[in-house]
């Protein structure tokens, strides 16, 4: 059982498109994490938000971090070809902050 | 510099034998990890290393698995009486201290049980 849900799992839009993947969880985190893998590749990390309510923004990629700490969102303005990944958020429960849960995970494709 | 690698970067094997999968992670980092992503999820924790000792070893499946540091640098995850349901991709991720430190990925091993 994920205690990290991703939505959507999979998303394909053509370039030019805005898009949002949404990270939910019951469980409240010290620390959400946001990830993108590529084909044959480990996880590289993007961003990590710890302050409830918190925004981080990373050229064309906004990430918030919910009120509760439950729940984060990934935002891409303009996606290009070069977006296309899979994108994972991760939590570090307090007191299990080494120990990362990972969402499943959420496939992005843009078409050029 | 270099950053963590993982050897071999695909196993198969067949169902009931023994493999090891070694992970080298980037120099000075004292912290370990080892995951395990399944395909069409995300990665799910196995063990965790300080050190040499294993302090965090709560997402190892069962006892066929065991994951060993001697030395506090190379780390290598062994297991035994392989089953088809452990053909995954093993990632390993270091970390400079551990705790809310950045995690770095290895590319990781595919696993295939036959």
């Known amino acids: 059982t994920q205690l990290l849900e991703q939505s959507p799992q999979f998303l394909s839009i053509q370039e030019g498109e805005n898009l949002t993947v949404y990270c939910n969880s019951s469980s409240v985190f010290s620390s959400l994490q946001w990830y993108r893998q590529e084909p044959g590749e480990g996880p590289v990390l993007l961003v990590t938000v710890v302050t409830g309510g918190e925004v981080k923004k990373l050229k064309r990629l906004t990430f918030q971090f919910g009120d509760a700490r439950k729940d984060s969102s990934l935002h891409i303005t303009a996606a290009q070809p070069g977006d296309t990944g899979l994108y994972l958020c991760a939590g570090a429960i307090s007191g299990s902050a080494r120990q990362l849960t990972f969402g499943s995970g959420t496939q992005l494709t843009v078409l050029p | 510099g270099a950053g963590v690698s993982q050897t071999p970067s695909n196993k198969v094997t067949e169902k009931g034998k023994y493999v090891e999968l070694r992970c080298d992670p980037i120099?000075?980092?004292?912290?370990l990890y080892w995951y395990r992503q399944s395909l069409g999820q995300g990665p799910e924790f196995l063990i965790y290393?300080?050190?040499?000792?294993?302090?965090?070893d709560s997402g190892l499946p069962n006892d066929r698995f065991f994951a060993v540091r001697p030395e506090g640098s190379v780390s290598t995850l062994k297991i035994q009486r392989t089953e088809r349901g452990d053909s995954a991709v093993y990632l390993c991720?270091?970390?400079?201290?551990?705790?809310?430190?950045?995690?770095?990925f290895g590319p990781g091993t595919r696993l295939t049980v036959l």
């Open positions: 120099s000075g980092h004292t912290a």
């Open positions: 991720a270091s970390s400079s201290a551990g705790g809310a430190d950045t995690q770095y």
């Open positions: 290393f300080q050190g040499t000792g294993a302090a965090d």
